[in-house]
């Protein structure tokens, strides 16, 4: 796991509505969180890999979850678990708010004779479940839901009375993405903000401008990042 080099402090400014000062000392805040960082890269080394397929910009997502004092953020993808441990670790600096996750865990394949078994960028070790990485010291406020996004997104359409912050960290297929977030979008109000990754330098998904478009807003790229967020208006 590497750290976060150069974060973007204008994409979180503008999707947060804070001013300089403010975004500013949110992200350099982040960056001081060195415990946590040599804590989820020492689970990481401890399975023998260097890195689990994660948003490249932990650091803005806990900046936003410090600027916009969210109650409830829902992300949809965990592996092992860095995104979750920045948002839970900003949510706990606030003394307030749930991260609700969303993760279909994805096992390595069996092995096959002398062949090693292969495994997807965000395979789980042997004996680990989705978010291993995440101190446990940070999991009171975490509500994981293990299981297919289709089955458990509607569920928390029905019982969150809103959604502050949405992070959208998994392989997008428009037409169910598109719905998805359709689902999602009564419980977003004014302030919310919704984020998709769209893997290292990929480009904005229909789905997310379709969103954008019906509320009146675009949605902006994370510098050097395949990273959009729309904030709504």
Same mark, same amino acid.
């Given at each position: ?31 001081d969180e060195a415990r946590l960082f040599a804590h989820v &890269?020492?689970?990481? !080394?401890?399975?023998? @890999? ?7 910009? =932990? #650091?803005?997502?806990?900046? %936003? ?26 949510l706990e600096k606030n003394g307030h708010g749930v991260l ?36 446990? &010291?940070?999991?009171? !406020?975490?509500?994981? @839901? ?7 997104? =509607? #569920?928390?359409?029905?019982? %969150? ?73």
């Amino acid at each position: 796991m590497q750290a976060e080099e150069d974060p973007d402090a204008s994409w979180v400014e503008g999707l947060s509505g804070g001013g300089p000062d403010a975004t500013r000392a949110a992200i350099q805040e982040a960056q001081d969180e060195a415990r946590l960082f040599a804590h989820v &890269a020492a689970e990481h !080394r401890r399975e023998g @890999r260097a890195s689990y397929i994660e948003i490249d910009a =932990p #650091l803005e997502l806990h900046a %936003l979850v410090r600027l916009l004092r969210p109650t409830h953020v829902v992300e949809v993808g965990v592996s092992s678990g860095v995104s979750s441990a920045y948002l839970l670790n900003a949510l706990e600096k606030n003394g307030h708010g749930v991260l609700h996750s969303v993760d279909l865990p994805k096992r390595p394949a069996p092995s096959s004779g002398a062949r090693k078994p292969s495994q997807a960028s965000w395979s789980l070790p042997p004996g680990r479940s989705s978010g291993w990485a995440v101190p446990f &010291a940070l999991r009171k !406020r975490w509500d994981l @839901r293990l299981g297919d996004k289709r089955v458990v997104l =509607p #569920l928390l359409a029905e019982e %969150l009375p809103r959604i502050d912050l949405f992070v959208y960290d998994v392989p997008h297929e428009d037409g169910a993405t598109r719905k998805e977030f359709q689902l999602l979008d009564p419980r977003m109000g004014p302030g919310a903000v919704a984020i998709a990754d769209h893997g290292p330098g990929g480009g904005l998904c229909a789905a997310l401008r379709s969103w954008g478009r019906s509320r009146a807003t675009r949605p902006v790229r994370r510098q050097g990042l395949g990273l959009y967020g729309i904030r709504m208006p």
